[in-house]
């Protein structure tokens, strides 16, 4: 896992480095920060795909936009070869910067076309625009406070701590929500004032506003079949071994945690 962390609005040089340092558990293997005037990106990262040219935050060719981005594009490899035939050259051999280049082709609908599993930010230094994308199940999380002209985001609320006005103080209603379900859900995190970005969103912050978007919703059940044990068992062989290739691609070993219970054994 990789860690992310940003702002808008006037911040003292001191809250980014001090933000990305929380966040450095999560990955020992880089880190970097940019800041374009009133905004600032950062990030701590895993390596996993690209060891070497894979350094974030990373820019577009003309530097207008940069982007920091936390997990995995399973589907990377063929989406670069559809950016490809549309024009756009390689810089690296990273997700990242298909991710990066997907925006540039389609804007906040690249979301649509990822398979994976993700947070990012990108800054849009022309229109001063900032950018945020949740993957279709939440797996990766993103967290953001708004006050006193100020937008932060980060992986995890600690980084957010890491700027004197957040609050500490717990949301009572959120902390219900996890006495009963085990989570506090929808955009609601533990602290008073602190938000997640919803699962399967996409956040635009403009001129100090917030807006954000479903881009993905659960499709309906399709009507129940009547199918034999062997042809149910075929599918769900066929539907776990794709999932599972999606998942391998990496230039680092790969491994896979066994606990004994069925869905990981079927995974191995």
Not at 42 to 54: E, H, N, P, Q
Not at 152 to 178: G, M, Q, T
Not at 229 to 253: I, N, Q, T
Request: aromatic residues 8%; contains cysteine; proline residues 5%.
């Amino acid at each position: 896992m990789c860690g992310i962390a940003g702002y808008v609005g006037p911040v003292g040089p001191e809250l980014l480095p001090a933000m990305v340092k929380a966040l450095a558990h999560r990955g020992p293997d880089d880190s970097g920060l940019h800041v374009d005037g009133d905004a600032g990106l950062g990030m701590t990262r895993l390596a996993i795909i690209d060891l070497v040219t894979g350094r974030q935050p990373m820019s577009t060719d003309d530097g207008s936009a940069w982007l920091v981005f936390n997990g995995e594009i399973y589907n990377y490899r063929a989406l670069r070869t559809e950016l490809e035939a549309r024009g756009h050259v390689f810089r690296t051999r990273s997700d990242t910067e298909v991710l990066l280049r997907a925006w540039q082709a389609y804007g906040e609908q690249c979301a649509t076309r990822l398979a994976g599993m993700f947070a990012f930010a990108l800054w849009d230094a022309r229109r001063h625009v900032l950018v945020l994308g949740r993957d279709r199940l939440g797996k990766k999380p993103l967290y953001y406070w708004q006050g006193d002209g100020v937008f932060l985001f980060a992986s995890e609320i600690k980084a957010l701590l890491c700027h004197p006005a957040v609050p500490r103080a717990l949301d009572p209603e959120a902390f219900h929500h996890y006495l009963a379900f085990g989570y506090a859900p929808a955009h609601r995190s533990m602290l008073a004032g602190v938000g997640k970005l919803a699962a399967a969103h996409v956040a635009v912050l403009e001129r100090g506003r917030l807006v954000a978007r479903r881009y993905w919703s659960l499709p309906p059940a399709a009507p129940a079949a009547t199918i034999g044990f062997d042809e149910a068992a075929a599918r769900v062989r066929a539907g776990v071994r794709e999932a599972v290739r999606m998942r391998l691609e990496s230039d680092v070993p790969l491994g896979v945690f066994l606990s004994g219970g069925i869905d990981s054994a079927a995974v191995v």
